[in-house]
């Protein structure tokens, strides 16, 4: 979480000159009185929190609930940050909390809201109370502490958790933006959307062009973990150190892993990265070294998922453990149980679009991936070798799950 | 010669239709245990839990529909709806009435299922627990035909059955973990069975 390298603008998301609300306006200005909903209309913002919907959608959606509901909405700034490998939201929080605050305020006035929720890991939010308390805005801003789990931040948990219920995620119907915390028309924006929109709303039209990237590589051995502001377009060897890496995990631990000689030509959009079979979901890049095992590097880091899923939906709970227990069997080296490799896949099949949340989806993903990229790795397992160097894993993973 | 036939169809479609409603608790117990019938599909099992209890309702008609139209025994239509009203064992009549009413709430809870919250048709739901002993006793109080032959048999076979999916269905739920603790479980059992050899079972979401 260091300073930022990749070419930038002068007044970028991580640029102020320090957290205070002084320092926040004199390096933006004070907040102008605007209508987000063109702004954001025409600067064509994305959401930063994984799954880049439109925000001007999600904005107009929320509108008309409210209006069609008579009730007033809630709007909720998502700082869960429940990926491991993902440090751009606290990083955001510790370094412009009040980009986020503005932003926040600025959706809160648009759609009439009457309550704001900020949800973030527990340890930034004694600071963060103390930059709410030199603001006057004129819905207040709630702050709530969230439980470390990979789900927390899945919206609808999210809600449920803003309730006083358990952090699990429901269907998709009724959509928060319909029924969410109070049974209210609810918007919940990632941290990093709504800072991005406290800086178009100042007229800053590249806001929208560029992302918040967490990278994690080693350079001569050594780990190395930052966040940068990273123009959209940006080819990914252009911001990753690639020469000692093997592959790149592209959009974090529901993302996918690219051959680092391909993922070096990639370019960190929606429509180059498709054809890869990859997302930017919440902006990690990880370039993993060449001499780590990527497959024990995925099935530890599938077994936290499996771990970590909610229990509620048949497919998930009965299927993502399987997949673990399976991948993690082909992730040393010797042989395998013959057929394990014929189940994994078939269980991977069964799986996609049968849960409320995408939990198992984006596992299946990243599972399927693995499978590809390191298919030499597979077959060096199955003779009994494996050129990783245990002890040193590479890809973070919470100790005990939940 | 009428009122016979009236007769023996009351009878008969009562009998029958306790019968399809202890298959039916029996099935929705399967049904909540995630269970299996061979050769089943699970989405097979709820389909017949819900056409069995379906068809049972439609034979419920014919009951009370026989019992109000047979001249021979005092029973009005407003007993259709109203408990203990009846001219005829008013207290055995009332109990069934209670039932149909339930079983009426019941029935259009569950095709209105889609548009209600979850939670009430989930509380009307379990009032079947309730719904089966009445239309039971309803049966051994209001029912002239339990001599001692087969049909006390039947209707005694029906409460141990209804009995052992209740008490099945209340095992269950007493040992399936709380959301946040299944995975752990799931993955757990999953890495033992793997490397041991044996098949994996199905684990309970609830």
């Known amino acids: ?402 | 010669m009428t009122g016979i036939v009236l007769w023996y169809l009351n009878r008969a479609t009562g009998i029958t239709s306790l019968v399809l409603m202890t298959l039916t608790v029996v099935l929705g117990t399967l049904v909540r245990r995630h269970g299996r019938i061979p050769g089943l599909p699970r989405f097979a099992v709820q389909g017949l839990h819900r056409n069995v209890g379906l068809l049972s309702a439609l034979l419920l008609i014919t009951h009370v529909g026989t019992a109000i139209v047979d001249s021979y025994v005092d029973i009005g239509v407003s007993s259709t709806f109203v408990p203990f009203v009846a001219g005829y064992r008013p207290f055995a009549v009332g109990l069934g009435t209670l039932a149909v009413d339930l079983l009426l709430l019941v029935l259009v809870t569950s095709l209105l299922r889609n548009h209600l919250p979850l939670r009430l048709w989930k509380a009307v739901h379990l009032t079947s627990y309730l719904l089966w002993p009445l239309a039971f006793v309803h049966g051994i109080t209001a029912g002239t035909d339990l001599g001692g032959g087969w049909l006390l048999w039947l209707v005694l076979g029906c409460a141990v059955a209804a009995t052992w999916a209740s008490l099945a269905a209340l095992a269950t739920r007493r040992n399936t973990p709380p959301p946040g603790e299944r995975a752990a479980a799931a993955l757990t059992a999953t890495s033992d069975a793997l490397a041991t050899g044996t098949p994996v079972g199905v684990f309970r979401n609830g």
Not at chain 1, 46 to 70: E, I, N, Q, Y
Not at chain 1, 108 to 133: E, I, N, R
Not at chain 1, 331 to 348: C, E, K
Not at chain 1, 384 to 393: A, E, L, N, S, V
């Open chain 1, 1 to 402: 979480m260091t300073a930022m390298t990749a070419p930038s603008r002068t007044r970028g998301l991580l640029d102020g000159p320090g957290p205070s609300f002084g320092e926040h306006l004199a390096a933006h200005g004070p907040l102008p009185v605007v209508d987000p909903h063109t702004l954001v209309e025409e600067a064509g913002l994305l959401g930063r929190g994984g799954a880049g919907f439109p925000t001007a959608a999600k904005l107009r959606s929320v509108a008309t609930a409210a209006a069609a509901s008579r009730r007033a909405p809630v709007v909720v700034a998502n700082g869960s940050e429940g990926e491991p490998a993902a440090a751009k939201d606290a990083t955001l929080l510790v370094l412009a909390p009040h980009l986020v605050f503005d932003g926040l305020a600025l959706v809160a006035g648009s759609l009439g809201a009457t309550t704001a929720y900020l949800a973030a890991d527990p340890a930034l939010l004694p600071a963060l109370s103390a930059h709410l308390a030199d603001r006057r805005d004129p819905v207040g801003v709630r702050l709530h502490p969230v439980a470390q789990a990979f789900l927390s931040g899945e919206e609808s948990a999210l809600c449920a958790a803003l309730d006083g219920r358990p952090a699990l995620p429901r269907t998709k119907f009724p959509p928060v933006r319909e029924r969410g915390v109070d049974g209210r028309p609810t918007l919940v924006l990632n941290v990093e959307t709504l800072a991005r929109l406290a800086l178009i709303a100042r007229g800053d039209d590249l806001a929208a062009a560029s992302m918040l990237v967490t990278r994690r590589m080693e350079i001569g051995g050594t780990p190395w973990v930052d966040v940068v502001d990273v123009p959209l377009g940006t080819r990914v060897g252009d911001v990753l150190r690639l020469d000692e890496a093997q592959a790149v995990l592209i959009g974090g631990y529901a993302g996918t892993w690219v051959e680092a000689g391909r993922a070096a030509h990639l370019r960190l959009d929606r429509e180059s990265l498709a054809p890869a079979g990859a997302a930017l979901g919440a902006g990690v890049l990880a370039a993993l070294p060449s001499d780590r095992c990527g497959l024990a590097e995925t099935a530890r880091v599938v077994g936290y998922l499996a771990g970590e899923s909610a229990g509620q939906c048949g497919p998930c709970l009965n299927g993502l453990p399987r997949i673990a227990a399976a991948l993690d069997l082909l992730a040393r080296p010797g042989p395998a149980p013959s057929g394990l490799l014929r189940d994994v896949q078939r269980w991977s099949g069964l799986l996609p679009g049968r849960g409320a949340c995408s939990h198992p989806d984006a596992t299946v993903r990243l599972v399927a991936s693995s499978l590809r990229v390191f298919s030499d790795e597979l077959a060096r397992h199955r003779a009994g070798r494996c050129h990783g160097r245990y002890g040193h894993p590479f890809l973070p993973v919470p100790r005990s799950p939940r």
